[in-house]
């Protein structure tokens, strides 16, 4: 086999389904599908065993999904990240090999499921990298504006402060153009640590990745969460043993020892995952295999099909 035989080169179409989850009805929205380098994907795990789980492209890029999810609890309307965007010239779309189609991207998914931009309460991001936060500003008439008109855009304080440090190590991950639109709208809160943002809907900051990176936690009061959206903690379902840590992270004891203490939880647990990168499952559930972790489908009946909506 040569490099690139096994390669998926697109994500496969998108099909919405509902979880229920601590009083929250969430459902896997798309933005688009792109590609990054395997090898910065994966870190110091060897080419031999990620090719297997992620195969790549000849250019040695990986499938990646950005995928938002809806949640919904008595009528507040929640969107968890904020896709990559269309804000993207020619040269970066090639580099990236994005693939964003009208009608499965973030504002088409909305729009199947029977939801306007207007209709957005709240956006909860994990972080403000670029593949994280791009669809939230969008140009119009030559100026850049919020895609959601009126909803509050929750970031973690510290994602602010690297994105606005000029010499930050990975300031490449971070564009001017996703935040100061929000931040000039007044849309904009900050959070940091561990706090509720709304009943059943928590956040707790886990760093690693990056200096401000925030999971997203359904579940109600002391059983715990029973859904995780984790961001770029376990940026697909298969990095899911505790050393499978990207290049990009910047600080990796960090990394290392937060995903060991969640992926223990969410095992031990039953917390499903939500999976933003995953080009091919949004839901899963961690079991042990021993002394590792693998990803396991919901059981039947666990997602219902999502109701798509009159638009
Ligand atoms: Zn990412």
């Known amino acids: 086999m040569s490099p690139g035989d096994a390669a998926p080169d697109s994500a496969p179409p998108w099909t919405p389904s509902t979880l229920e989850a601590g009083g929250w009805r969430i459902t ?27 195969p790549p492209a000849a250019d040695n890029t990986i499938l990646l999904a950005a995928r938002p999810f809806l949640a919904e609890r008595d009528g507040v309307t929640v969107v968890v990240e904020g896709g990559m965007g269309d804000r993207w010239n020619e040269k970066l779309r090639g580099i990236y090999h994005l693939d964003r189609r009208p ?12 939801k306007t931009p207007e209709d957005i309460d709240h956006v909860v991001c994990s972080h403000c990298h670029f593949d ?28 602010l402060t690297a994105a606005r440090t000029p010499d930050h190590p990975r300031r490449a991950s971070y564009r001017a153009d996703d935040i100061e639109p929000l931040v000039e709208a007044g849309l904009v ?31 109600d009061g002391m059983e715990g969460p029973t859904a995780a959206f984790w961001g770029d903690l376990i940026p697909t379902t298969h990095h899911i043993q505790p050393p ?22 969410a095992a031990d647990e039953g917390i499903v995952g939500l999976s933003y990168h995953d080009p091919a499952r949004p839901f899963t559930r961690l079991v042990r295999e021993g002394r590792r ?11 219902s099909v999502a109701a798509r909506g009159e638009v």
Do not use: C
């Open 293 to 303: 972790y693998a990803a396991a489908d919901l059981e039947p009946g666990e997602l």
């Open 28 to 54: 896997n929205l798309f933005d688009a599908s792109f590609r990054l380098d395997g090898g910065a994907m994966w870190g110091v795990v060897p080419k031999n065993l990620w090719s297997r789980m992620t």
């Open 103 to 114: 009608g499965l991207d973030l504002v088409g998914t909305l729009a199947a499921l029977g």
């Open 189 to 219: 809160e900050l959070h940091a640590g561990d706090t509720e943002l709304l009943p059943g809907l928590s956040l707790s900051q886990v760093g690693g990745h990056s200096e401000g990176m925030t999971v997203v936690l359904f579940g």
């Open 132 to 159: 994280h936060i791009g669809a939230l500003v969008v140009e119009r008439g030559g100026a850049l504006a919020p895609l959601f008109p009126r909803a509050r855009v929750h970031f973690p304080e510290d994602e």
């Open 244 to 265: 499978y840590i990207m290049a990009y992270d910047v600080d990796v004891p960090r990394s290392f020892e937060m995903r060991t203490r969640w992926l223990a939880r």
